[in-house]
């Protein structure tokens, strides 16, 4: 009886330690590689890192959850000219303007953006509130003379030397923009192309004469509608990347209302210098 319980035993013995050793088999390779597992640190801005990463093949990851962003408020400057001029019963185009002296500024104060895609922040409307504030400068010795009939006349000013003189209206204008976006290398960094409509308002017309008299400087301002159009409409389109931004508007009105002047269609064209 003692003889069978010591051999018992040595076989329970062989058993427990071949399952140690089994275990131990399988264990040990997985601490032995955990301590060889090390983190190098990489000196990298985490958007440089990510920027190649296509997250969108993940399953409940939306890449585009940002609400779409249109373009339109801040400060544009540009340049003035007309198109399709039509002198017709006046003696001389008297308002053939200096295009580098005859100018728009733009304060866009008030943006609205709609986005027009579900699961995709790169394409949708904007529309907000802007004024809108053109000079056209005219011949030195010129001004502009409205009739009772509401014809406007070039009229002729002699004062002094240093003379100058233009045409100021103030306007508030309202775009109504279909915008595109592409993501250019990074997700906030984005071409984006935008066109549509716009409508105005005139809320104030002037003509200014600056000249020298007895060797100080002096002006004329004479405030009037001179038969310009109190509402007015055309086309915008604006373009840009990151800080260089551009715009260009046609006016599908005339400057004058009809028969009242000569006919002429303002274009403006120029850059954005602050957006916000």
């Not at 969108?56 to 408020?73: A, C, I, M, P, V």
């Not at 544009?76 to 003696?91: E, H, L, P, R």
């Not at 003189?165 to 984005?190: C, D, H, T, W």
């Amino acid at each position: 009886m003692y003889m069978n319980s010591r051999k018992h035993n040595k076989y329970l013995n062989q058993i427990y330690f071949r399952v140690v050793v089994l275990i131990t088999a399988i264990i040990f390779p997985y601490f032995l590689y955990a301590q060889n597992d090390t983190i190098v640190p990489v000196d990298k801005h985490p958007e440089e890192i990510l920027k190649n990463l296509d997250l969108r093949k993940y399953r409940g990851f939306n890449l585009w959850h940002d609400r779409f962003t249109g373009h339109w408020s801040g400060f544009d400057f540009g340049f003035n000219t007309f198109v399709n001029t039509d002198y017709s019963g006046y003696d001389y185009d008297f308002m053939a303007n200096n295009l580098l002296l005859s100018n728009s500024a733009y304060i866009n104060i008030v943006k609205k953006s709609f986005g027009l895609q579900r699961n995709r922040n790169t394409i949708g409307l904007v529309t907000g509130l802007g004024f809108h504030l053109q000079s056209y400068r005219l011949e030195k010795n010129l001004t502009l003379e409205r009739l009772e009939s509401g014809r406007i006349v070039p009229q002729t000013l002699f004062f002094d030397h240093n003379q100058k003189s233009k045409l100021a209206l103030f306007s508030a204008m309202v775009p109504l923009l279909s915008e595109f976006q592409i993501p250019v290398g990074n997700y906030n960094n984005r071409i984006y192309i935008s066109g549509g409509f716009y409508g105005a308002v005139r809320l104030n017309s002037h003509t200014k004469v600056k000249y020298r008299a007895d060797s100080k400087k002096e002006k004329l301002k004479t405030p009037g509608h001179y038969s310009l159009r109190d509402v007015k409409y055309g086309l915008m389109v604006r373009t840009g990347y990151r800080w260089f931004n551009l715009f260009a508007t046609y006016e599908l009105v005339p400057l004058f209302k009809d028969d009242k002047g000569p006919e002429l269609t303002p274009v403006t064209f120029g850059i954005t210098l602050l957006s916000f």
